[in-house]
Nanobody
Framework: QVRVVESGGGLVQAGGSLRLSCAVSGSIGSINTMGWYRQAPGKQRDLVAVISRDDSTNYADSVKGRFTISRGNAKNTVYLQMNGLKPEDTAVYYC????????WGKGTLVTVSS
């Protein structure tokens, strides 16, 4: 059974930083990409950042220059360093891992106060 578990969310003031972590366990096979998505209340789930097996990255325009995605040494972990947080970054952040199919975590809430 594959498990995707996020951690690191919380409440932070505008301008602050948080680091999200995601760990994938179980028989997932070869992971092609891992990524972070977010969903604000009443809105659709949107891409935040993804990292591929070759460590190439892609970011949403709204977070470029502020957020950094990286892999852990074990390659089944991924992090999202979030700096310069804004109230509009408030959302549930979900981790995704893609092999033959997509696997999702249950999400971690990030709240940015103004």
């Amino acid at each position: 059974q594959v498990r995707v578990v996020e951690s690191g969310g919380g409440l932070v003031q505008a301008g602050g930083s948080l680091r999200l972590s995601c760990a994938v366990s179980g028989s997932i096979g070869s992971i092609n990409t891992m990524g972070w998505y977010r969903q604000a209340p009443g809105k659709q789930r949107d891409l935040v950042a993804v990292i591929s097996r070759d460590d190439s990255t892609n970011y949403a325009d709204s977070v470029k220059g502020r957020f950094t995605i990286s892999r852990g040494n074990a390659k089944n972990t991924v992090y999202l360093q979030m700096n310069g947080l804004k109230p509009e970054d408030t959302a549930v952040y979900y981790c995704s891992a893609r092999s033959l199919r997509d696997y999702w975590g249950k999400g971690t809430l990030v709240t940015v106060s103004s």
